[in-house]
């Protein structure tokens, strides 16, 4: 009888996190707009996974990431100019004083949850990716967090943050596409629908997009229903 292999646990799920940023992986990205004429604005994300102190009481299904595993995941004010009311990452415009894009994306990170800076672990960066619709060249920065602090919506950018279990988005059954009309044009994308006790929203666009080509570069991600369709009205 062959052993079995060893239940995944937050520092192997590290491990899996820096060694995919490190050899690199296609990213699924189909922009929901035109590109524009004018100039982008540079601007960081940041993508910020750690341990939580306790487990989900409802069990995860799979077993390809430990059930404590979560993302930072914020809802933007509805007042917000651009992507309002949507899932995002905390993160926001490059600024003089920024050193780099891990700058960036841990200064927008703090204002708009709270964070602390000094407990996470920048692990690297993912290239840049341009979205036309609020014409940002957003550079996605993966975090660790080692230290984890409280966080809460800054009630002005965010209006909830959420400390997501990773196994929950992976789960086939929490998966589908988003359909999105704008005149007789359709954009499709790869969508998450959170528990209810997190609202219940779809996670879409750019966010979506992102979450799931990274859950398939860490090779994470289990099979699921590419036909089933979450309908967007905005």
Excluded: Y
């Amino acid at each position: 009888m062959e052993p079995s292999a060893a239940a995944p646990t937050p520092a192997s799920a590290r491990a899996q996190l820096a060694a995919a940023v490190e050899h690199g992986f296609g990213i699924d990205f189909s922009p929901q707009a035109e590109p524009g004429d004018t100039r982008p604005r540079r601007s960081a994300v940041l993508i910020l996974f750690g341990a939580l102190d306790e487990i989900p009481a409802r069990p995860p299904r799979g077993g390809s990431v430990p059930p404590e595993l979560d993302v930072l995941l914020t809802r933007r004010a509805d007042t917000m100019r651009h992507h309002p009311g949507q899932i995002a990452f905390p993160g926001g415009g490059v600024e003089p004083g920024d050193d780099d894009r891990a700058a960036t994306a841990l200064r927008e990170a703090r204002e708009e949850t709270g964070l602390d800076p000094s407990g996470v672990e920048i692990i690297g960066e993912l290239p840049q990716l341009h979205i036309p619709v609020s014409n940002n060249l957003v550079t996605p920065v993966i975090g660790w967090w080692q230290r984890p602090s409280q966080v809460a919506a800054d009630r002005s950018e965010s209006v909830e943050v959420m400390r997501v279990p990773v196994a929950e988005l992976l789960d086939p059954g929490a998966r589908g596409t988003s359909v999105l009309r704008r005149g007789p044009r359709t954009f499709r994308g790869a969508a998450f629908e959170l528990d209810t006790r997190f609202g219940g929203h779809i996670v879409w666009g750019f966010t979506g997009m992102l979450l799931s080509s990274l859950f398939e570069g860490v090779g994470w991600a289990e099979a699921w229903d590419h036909e089933r369709e979450f309908r967007l009205k905005l």
